[in-house]
């Protein structure tokens, strides 16, 4: 038994047809303006959460990359800060073998102390080095400086008093942390052989020399910091090194990621106006096809 196709239900129909072709249509003109597959969640559920997660992890990425930017800046810093720190500690090794000359009266000797004291102080401006208000060899306390007078007497002699040796880390991938920092008691106050650390070695210098007394043992001692400030320069230069190294995979990540983001999001413009103008062709078609459809009424025929 055949159905009655009714003059009504070709209207419908018509009508049905038009308002697909119009959304198809409004689909592509909207990927074409915006060069995107999909312009709310609900035109791909999928793609739209895949997208959120590839965007989740470019921001994860761009967060370790500033890390790895702050990490080598502190590194950088502190490797400077030993370099002068040798320097200072190669002049004092001079004016040390300098003063071993038993020919030195007693006024050579205080000016070779007077300039060790005086170098001595420069060390402790060193150790006292900032990077953003923060005081690199003070370990995690880093808003006090570690080489300054007794707070309970200002007019102390200055030391170097923070004894503070925790790391500093900076994550630099979701399982990376790198330390950062090197604690000043490992450089300043490193008692090798009961030397006293650096300082000591130096004040123990300028004592001995004013009485009179230095030996090639303070030399040996201040040759010990040395060797240490140039171990300690080295685990810098490693650790540096490995952020390099987070560095570039982190730079290549961001390029994976970005291409899987536009391949998951990005609209294929040229086949987006292929298929816009497939649609405009579709309605053109059902707009004539519409015209014959519909049938002429009394009206038209009293004009």
């Not at 230095?214 to 540096?240: F, H, P, W, Y």
């Not at 536009?262 to 519409?290: H, P, Y």
């Amino acid at each position: 038994m055949s159905t009655r196709v009714t003059q009504n239900m070709l209207n419908q129909n018509m009508l049905y047809n038009l308002s697909r072709t119009n959304s198809a249509m409004e689909k592509y003109q909207d990927q074409a303006a915006s060069g995107k597959k999909i312009n709310k969640p609900s035109d791909d559920p999928v793609t739209a959460v895949r997208g959120m997660y590839f965007r989740s992890s470019l921001n994860e990425i761009d967060q370790y990359k500033r890390n790895v930017d702050d990490g080598l800046s502190w590194m950088t810093s502190t490797d400077d800060a030993l370099d002068e720190v040798n320097s200072v500690l190669q002049r004092v090794r001079e004016l040390t073998v300098q003063g071993l000359n038993g020919t030195n009266d007693d006024s050579a000797r205080s000016a070779i102390a007077e300039e060790i004291s005086q170098l001595k102080e420069h060390i402790g401006e060193i150790a006292n080095t900032q990077i953003a208000g923060r005081y690199i060899f003070a370990g995690t306390d880093v808003k006090n400086p570690p080489y300054r007078t007794n707070s309970g007497d200002p007019s102390s002699v200055k030391e170097f008093r923070n004894t503070n040796q925790e790391k500093l880390e900076l994550q630099v991938g979701q399982t990376n942390n790198v330390q950062i920092n090197t604690p000043g008691t490992e450089v300043f106050n490193k008692n090798i052989n009961g030397d006293g650390g650096i300082f000591g070695v130096l004040s123990d210098i300028v004592s001995k020399l004013k009485s009179g007394e230095l030996t090639s043992d303070s030399l040996s001692q201040l040759d010990g910091q040395i060797d240490n400030v140039l171990t300690k320069r080295s685990e810098i230069g490693a650790r540096m090194n490995r952020m390099e190294l987070s560095q570039s995979r982190l730079e290549g990540l961001v390029v994976s990621t970005t291409s899987l983001l536009s391949n998951e999001e990005d609209a294929d413009l040229s086949q987006v106006i292929i298929n816009l103008k497939a649609e405009e062709n579709v309605q053109r078609a059902a707009l004539s096809v519409g015209a014959r459809i519909i049938q002429p009424s009394l009206v038209d025929f009293l004009r």
